[in-house]
């Protein structure tokens, strides 16, 4: 989906993708066929995410053709001589249209970099549901495990690039993304931040202890920091044009003129007052390349662009908007 405030379909929200392989039906067909051990994704912890990184009940192929959607279900002719009929649903692999990624992230400061090593892929099924033909009707079910192959010695020229994607992340109201109430959630997350920012930092983590308020700070203020000095280039969110530091800093901490009593004269005054728009940082955008080596089964990511994204709200007509500007890309 390309607007995560607009649509209450249940996926992550993605800004674009580009796929030059189709990577999750590569990984189905050779789970389908026994060529890879997938096992059962429900086995998984979210208050211990990394418990998924031990490989529990490997999956027989029969559970992964259901889980990927082949099935055989009744539909009822006549209620009154109680004929049925028996419909088979095929495998689509266009369902496969999301991704669950269990990985680490390593930020390092100087050069700015982040680096993100992905243990566990899991295919994500989105359907609607067959008793429905409402097209917002989502299903969202994560088809199998497969644990990424981790050994990084000798040469990587196999590595194809696959994707190149831009998607957002949410600090602290992860998974809001599945929720119709998703804009009431940010609502409340942002005014949840007016009234305890110090406090409340982590309050709607799930993630924890990999996102915890500490972490969320560290991470915005070093991108923050590294775009202010200049020491990273930074552009304009969809566009190529450079910004200076000072136009960077100003999209953080815009001035705004306003009107004060000069109590000594009796007359108003202008002066300029910085709005420091950082605790509304609650998510990013990332630019990211995807390899995939298909003999090795080994899957990397490379990010080359972070855009820090802030959401506020606004009244209008007695009404809260709940509206979302992406300040910068910084380049990696």
Excluded: C
């Amino acid at each position: 989906t390309t607007d995560s405030l607009a649509t209450d379909r249940l996926a992550k929200p993605f800004f674009e993708i580009q796929k030059y392989a189709d990577f999750t039906k590569f990984l189905a067909e050779k789970a389908l066929d026994g060529t890879i051990k997938v096992y059962d994704a429900s086995q998984y912890s979210y208050q211990l995410p990394y418990s998924a990184l031990n490989p529990d009940r490997q999956l027989l192929v029969s559970e992964i053709q259901k889980n990927l959607g082949l099935d055989t279900f009744k539909v009822i002719e006549s209620i009154d001589d109680g004929t049925y009929r028996l419909v088979v649903k095929a495998i689509d692999f266009d369902e496969l249209n999301s991704i669950n990624f269990i990985e680490d992230w390593t930020l390092s400061e100087n050069p700015l970099t982040l680096k993100k090593n992905v243990y566990v892929i899991e295919p994500i099924r989105r359907y609607s549901g067959y008793w429905s033909d409402d097209m917002l009707d989502y299903r969202f079910y994560r088809t199998f495990r497969f644990y990424n192959n981790q050994n990084t010695k000798g040469s990587n020229q196999n590595l194809k690039l696959i994707a190149h994607v831009k998607y957002e992340y949410f600090f602290n109201i992860d998974r809001g993304f599945q929720s119709k109430n998703f804009k009431q959630l940010v609502q409340g997350y942002l005014q949840h931040l007016e009234t305890d920012y110090e406090a409340n930092l982590g309050s709607y983590n799930v993630n924890a202890p990999f996102f915890n308020g500490f972490n969320q700070r560290v991470f915005v203020q070093t991108i923050l920091d590294n775009a202010f000095s200049g020491k990273v280039k930074a552009t304009e969110f969809g566009g190529n044009r450079v910004l200076t530091p000072d136009e960077v800093r100003n999209k953080v901490f815009e001035p705004l003129i306003v009107q004060v009593m000069n109590f000594d004269t009796g007359l108003s005054e202008d002066k300029t007052a910085i709005n420091d728009y950082t605790s509304e940082i609650i998510s990013v955008i990332f630019t990211e390349d995807w390899y995939f080596d298909e003999a090795l089964l080994q899957f990397q990511k490379k990010v080359i662009g972070i855009s820090p994204v802030r959401y506020y709200i606004e009244q209008y007509n007695d009404q809260t908007i709940v509206k979302r500007k992406v300040l910068f890309t910084i380049a990696l």
